[in-house]
């Protein structure tokens, strides 16, 4: 007589009642499938949620310090004697030893320990934030270098922490998660702009600024070690069964796996597009601002340092409060419109991107007219390109497999940022220097030469609008595959895990119950 499985509880078989002998001998003789086996790795609710609040906390020490810098630029242009085209180069050496580390701290990411791994990177951004703080005025090469290594080692937080925050939510719960998480990437920018402006004014030395960062790294860095676990890859979304069947693959089949997922390619140039014109807005507003107020007679030029920090401030603060509502709106707006359509994610990204281009727009042309209108379309372009930070990190994690979500990260940032902030930055300053070259040198030449060089980024912002148009075509084939058994590679701790599943299923071992 054949028996018939229970359904396994939230213990799996242990957590059933053996009530008689004949039910224990229906245990005995049943065959369950792998799908009802306890999941081999748990964590209670609370530590997931304080996981994911030190993570937060840790995202925002990350990108307040991709623009302290932007802060007291002024100050450092004046300290180390460099022209526009120079000083937009220290974001792009920082940008670009991130993005040539992202694909290493992505396949390490994937395979050992990401713990380490995030632990390393925090040591190496804060070290390197801190000794650039004492450099001298004729060494400004080594300064360069120090934003390098911290570029290095804010790569591999920006790639691996999504990734542990996927393991350990799934669903609407990870949308919302990870909503939170990428509200720190507008207000940690926004804060960074502030710290580096408020202390400046306060000691009256920028250096000061960079030497505050590593205290506070310094906490996040031990409540990481102890309080944030690392859990198998897919155990949130109890894919271990699926997972763990497939086959060993190597980082060259990740990367032929992704560049076949259409939604990731489309998606991931809809977010270059984002990071162009963010890395040029991010680097360059403050001074933008600052000139225009002293073209409206508001303010006195800058002939040394320390400059003025209330430009600083006031984008700061926009920054700070388009970010928070920005995010909110769009990861709500995604949740709710997904229960109506599929493709919800990337048409609100496109729908805000489109949106967003002539706000950034008009705010540049009325610059010279009307500095409250142009600070009004500026918070407008800001907010909505805040609306999609947590939504493209969800469209990775829904149409990658998550054995390979670190790898994609990696890729993600390092084509965004080559393609994207890597460049504009320079590109903007260097354009800039380009037309005060050819014009009288005056502080209104100087700024609408620095106006001119902004345009570009509200036709780039339209081309971010199209790709994430072409990712909604692509989407649910994609959402399909993801879920079905997919490229990846075993770590020792997945290994363990499987070994246990396998016991647990043999006749004989946990199946098996003596009734007294």
Known sequence: MSALCPDAGPGGLQGQSLGAGRDSAALVSCQCPPSSVHSPWSLPRWRAYMAAAILCYINLLNYMNWFIIAGVLLDIQKFFHISDSNAGLLQTVFIGCLLLSAPVFGYVGDRYSR???????????????????????????????????????????????????????????????LAIFYIFIPVGSGLGYVLGSAVTKLTGNWRWALRIMPCLEAVALILLVLLVPDPPRGAAERQGEVAMQALRSSWWEDIRYLGRNWSFVWSTLGVTAM???????????????????????????????????????????????????????????????????????????????????????????????????????????ELLLSCNWAVVADILLSVVTPRCRGTAEALQITVGHILGDAGSPYLTGLVSSALRAKRPDSYLQRFLSLQQSFLCCAFTIVLGGGCFLLTALHLERDQAQARQPGTGTLDSKDEDSKNRETQDLLPGTSASTEVP
């Not at 934030?129 to 060494?139: E, M, T």
């Not at 003025?308 to 990861?331: E, K």
Request: aromatic share 12%; with cysteine; net charge positive.
């Open 115 to 177: 713990k380490a791994t995030l632990s390393f990177g925090i040591l190496l951004w804060s070290g390197a934030g801190l000794s650039g703080s004492f450099i001298s005025p004729q060494y400004s090469w080594l300064f360069l270098l120090s934003r390098g290594v911290v570029g290095t080692g804010t790569a591999s937080y920006s790639t691996i922490a999504p990734t542990v925050l996927a393991d350990l939510f799934v669903k609407d719960q990870r949308t919302r998660v």
């Open 275 to 381: 990071a162009f014109v963010t890395g040029a807005l991010g680097f360059w507003a403050p001074k933008f601002l600052f000139e225009a107020r002293v073209v409206h007679g508001m303010q006195l030029p800058c002939f040394q340092e320390p400059c003025s920090s209330w430009d600083s401030l006031i984008f700061g603060s926009l920054t700070v409060v388009t970010g928070i509502v920005g995010v909110i709106l769009g990861a709500e707006a995604a949740r709710r419109y997904k229960k109506v359509n599929p493709r919800a994610e990337p048409l609100i990204c496109a729908s805000s991107l489109l949106a967003a281009a002539p706000c950034l727009y008009l705010a540049l042309i009325l610059a010279p007219s009307t500095l409250v209108a142009s600070y009004v379309f500026l918070a407008l372009g």
